[in-house]
């Protein structure tokens, strides 16, 4: 013989020990990110350009114009012109390191920074052990007990319904919940205060090479000598070599005053879930089905 209980309705329950394999969050969606009160403090030793080079190159050009009158002779005048390539003179200035002052220490402060909807991802967390704990209004629907059934030996009734039957209390030793999983859970506005990072050391800060060109205006000088008009012509240009930029012994430190997170929603799947050493306060049941 089995008991059926269609519907029990727990009101009070006491858990001992709340085991979950791991809670998955994700992805989040956060309506606003606050930073209040931002600030990123630096000193460092200085920093170096480490063997700075200037190349300046100068190309010239000789334009002249000729002209003779040459009256009585054939032709009555000379007049020839031509450009004339007087090369291309360079000159290299080598500065070794150089010191770049306004980088012993460096500060960023902000009053009030707010991104709109970033996103994040957390990690699963595993094996979480929680206290014990108190459930309420607890439903049951279709429970059995036992299990195997039961049998009263020289006793025979065809059937038995009860109606309004209650357990005053009971114990259960465990429950296992594979998986419950919350499409969207609004954790509302989050807020951390006063928060404060280490001083972080770091020995060098060592950037890549740099090279730069600059190609000023052409400059032209012109010379009239009467039957010789000369024109210089100069096109200077100067490149700059650097194999790095060194900043040394950094030491930087952060503090924001506050991180507010504004609208978070976020669905969650809790996996292995295990309640440990139930016990029921009271149980009323509405019907009692026995066949």
Excluded at 5 to 21: K, L
Excluded at 66 to 75: A, N, Q, R, S, T
Excluded at 91 to 111: C, H, M, Q, S, T
Excluded at 225 to 241: F, I, S
Aim: glycine residues 10%; aromatic residues 4%; hydrophobic residues 45%.
């Amino acid at each position: 013989m089995q008991t059926t209980i269609a519907e029990a309705d727990i009101q009070r329950g006491s858990v001992n020990t709340v085991n979950v394999g791991s809670i998955g969050i994700g992805p989040v969606t956060i309506g606003q990110l606050v930073l209040t009160d931002f600030e990123l403090n630096t000193a460092a030793d200085g920093a170096f350009l480490r063997n700075f080079v200037v190349t300046v190159t100068y190309t010239m050009k000789l334009d002249w114009h000729l002209h003779i009158d040459l009256p009585g002779l054939p032709g009555n005048a000379i007049d020839q012109s031509g450009t004339e390539d007087l090369d291309s003179p360079t000159f290299i200035f080598g500065l070794g390191d150089i010191r770049v002052p306004g980088y012993e220490n460096i500060k960023i402060a902000i009053d009030s920074l707010a991104l709109d909807n970033p996103a994040a991802t957390i990690n699963p967390v595993s094996n979480i052990q929680l206290g014990a704990a108190v459930a309420e209004q607890i439903q049951a629907k279709n429970l059995k007990l036992p299990t195997a059934g039961f049998s009263l030996s020289g006793l025979g009734i065809g059937g038995l319904n009860v109606g309004g039957f209650g357990v005053p209390a009971a114990t259960l030793d465990s429950v296992t919940i594979a998986k419950v999983h919350g499409d969207a859970t609004p954790f509302g506005q989050m807020a951390l205060n006063n928060l404060a990072l280490p001083s972080v050391t770091i020995p060098d800060i060592v950037g890549q090479g740099v090279d730069s060109v600059a190609t000023p205006k052409p400059k032209a000088f012109h010379l009239d000598m009467g039957c010789l008009d000369l024109t210089l012509r100069v096109n200077p240009t100067a490149e700059a070599h650097i194999d790095q930029l060194v900043i040394r012994n950094v030491k930087a430190n952060l503090s924001i005053g506050k991180i507010e997170l504004h609208n978070i929603v976020a669905p969650y799947d809790l996996l292995n879930l295990t309640l440990a050493q139930v016990g029921i306060d009271t149980i009323s049941v509405p019907t009692v089905a026995i066949a």
